[in-house]
């Protein structure tokens, strides 16, 4: 016990012995508070500015993307879901949505020298911006789609057909990611022509191609699929 006491003086004197003109204690006291201050300060700032109120501030964010977010049904639906700017851009993850943030910082260069602050501006690099999305997202493996839709909690029985088995031979087996073949699901398409999509449907799943088609060709195929099931029957 005498042990003990000593050494319990001896701490309780460094921490109370000045160091200069203040105590060390006090000193370790203050840079306790003053890092919970600056933490909480930090991560309250970073959350402001992971919002959608913020993402749409700058009118080149709001008269563009977002008006043509909110015509899709990511904002509006039937169970009333709502997927906002940072839910689809920013990872969910503390050390993904760091990284996330300096790379978007360079944005702010681009308010300030007016990169996109007209509409011609904006559909001119419309293309581009999106390139470095598409590439973004299929370098993480469409993270943030995931954060929401989750391939193993897909009910492939209420998707149709087509759907179910595309994403059973290639969701399921990693051979494509969400934004392979969802590009264009929230905002709309630059012009595409010339442009590769990535992944490309197989032949045998493809629909059949209605150019031309007239309501009597659609009767005529209609009378043909029940000719051949009426024979199909008689067998």
């Not at 689809?88 to 300096?102: E, G, N």
């Not at 022509?193 to 032949?203: L, N, R, T, V, Y």
């Not at 045998?204 to 009426?230: C, F, W, Y």
Request: proline share 3%.
């Amino acid at each position: 016990m005498a042990f003990v006491r000593k050494v319990v003086l001896w701490a309780w004197s460094i921490l109370t012995t000045p160091a200069a003109t203040i105590g060390l204690g006090v000193l370790t006291l203050g840079g306790f508070v003053g890092g919970v201050l600056f933490w909480g300060a930090f991560n309250t700032a970073l959350e402001l500015t992971n919002t959608e109120k913020f993402c749409t501030s700058c009118h080149e964010m709001h008269d563009n993307v977002y008006q043509e977010l909110s015509r899709t049904i990511h904002f509006s639906n039937r169970s009333g879901v709502r997927a906002t700017c940072p839910d689809c851009h920013v990872p969910h993850q503390w050390t993904d949505k760091i990284a996330r943030k300096m790379q978007a910082s360079k944005e702010v260069w681009g308010k300030i020298f007016g990169t996109i602050n007209t509409r011609p501006k904006f559909l001119e690099k419309r293309l581009e911006l999106a390139q470095h999305e598409w590439a973004r997202m299929k370098a993480n493996d469409s993270l943030e789609c995931r954060n929401c839709h989750s391939s193993v909690a897909m009910d492939l029985q209420k998707q149709t057909q087509r759907a179910a088995e595309i994403h059973t031979r290639y969701l399921l087996t990693g051979q494509a990611t969400c934004i392979d073949c969802h590009k264009g699901i929230a905002h709309e398409l630059p012009n595409m022509e010339g442009i590769d999509p990535g992944w490309k449907m197989p032949k045998e799943l493809e629909g059949r191609k209605m150019v031309n088609a007239t309501p009597i060709d659609d009767l005529q195929e209609a009378m043909a699929r029940a000719h051949a099931s009426s024979v199909e029957t008689a067998r």
